[in-house]
Nanobody
Framework: QVQLVESGGGLVQPGGSLRLSCAAS????????MDWYRQAPGKQRELVAR???????SYADSVKGRFTISKGNAKNTLYLQMNSLKPEDTAVYYC?????????WGQGTQVTVSS
């Protein structure tokens, strides 16, 4: 069974940067979009950024200008560059690949922004 694996989370001070990675353990076909979501304690999971199969990117207002989503050179890899991090960015971050058939979700990686 193909899985998505996130990495790159951790503890960072306000104003710092982190780069999240997401890689599929096998081949996933018919991927229409790749997303990053996050879920903070006591809050609903929210869409942070999306990149479509044609390379179009979109962002939540709260992260525009600070986060950048990109695809890796290897197939089925995804990145999220996070700059100027704020305490309110603290959450578990999940990647999601949406295919023609069903979604694939990763297990999540914790990002904590604190001094």
């Amino acid at each position: 069974q193909v899985q998505l694996v996130e990495s790159g989370g951790g503890l960072v001070q306000p104003g710092g940067s982190l780069r999240l990675s997401c890689a599929a353990s096998g081949n996933i076909v018919s991927v229409n979009s790749m997303d990053w979501y996050r879920q903070a304690p006591g809050k609903q999971r929210e869409l942070v950024a999306r990149i479509t199969s044609d390379g179009s990117a979109s962002y939540a207002d709260s992260v525009k200008g600070r986060f950048t989503i990109s695809k890796g050179n290897a197939k089925n890899t995804l990145y999220l560059q996070m700059n100027s991090l704020k305490p309110e960015d603290t959450a578990v971050y999940y990647c999601k690949f949406m295919t023609t058939y069903w979604p694939y979700w990763g297990q999540g990686t914790q990002v904590t922004v604190s001094s």
